[in-house]
């Protein structure tokens, strides 16, 4: 889990610096823009959650921080690609980076808690 928590504290950090980006040193049109910070939130919030999964224990734990932050990764990169380069090409990978995040949570609702 000690890997997991290193992992979403880049996330976050990594977030926090798209945010900042976007909001003082790109230059991008309205609508880059918005799908920037889209994909900041949603890898900002993944990364938060990530470090709450990290103090509980299990594999099944591990595994749906992992996918939490593999998919919330894969989302948010492709967004990030696709405002800064207008490259289409990314544009598939936003599906599967989605799908992979959404059940990351849904393989959290079977893990169990930390046990006291």
Do not use: C, E, K
């Amino acid at each position: 889990m000690r890997l997991l928590n290193a992992f979403a504290a880049l996330s976050g950090a990594l977030a926090l610096i798209m945010l900042v980006l976007v909001a003082h040193a790109l230059q991008l049109a309205a609508p880059d823009a918005a799908r920037m910070q889209l994909a900041a939130f949603i890898q900002l919030a993944s990364a938060a959650a990530a470090l709450a999964i990290g103090n509980r224990s299990g594999r099944l734990n591990l595994v749906a921080g992992a996918m939490i932050l593999a998919g919330a990764a894969l989302f948010a990169g492709t967004l990030y690609a696709l405002s800064l380069t207008q490259a289409r090409s990314f544009a598939m990978l936003a599906p599967i980076g989605g799908i992979t995040l959404i059940s990351g949570w849904i393989v959290l609702a079977f893990a169990a808690p930390r046990r006291p």
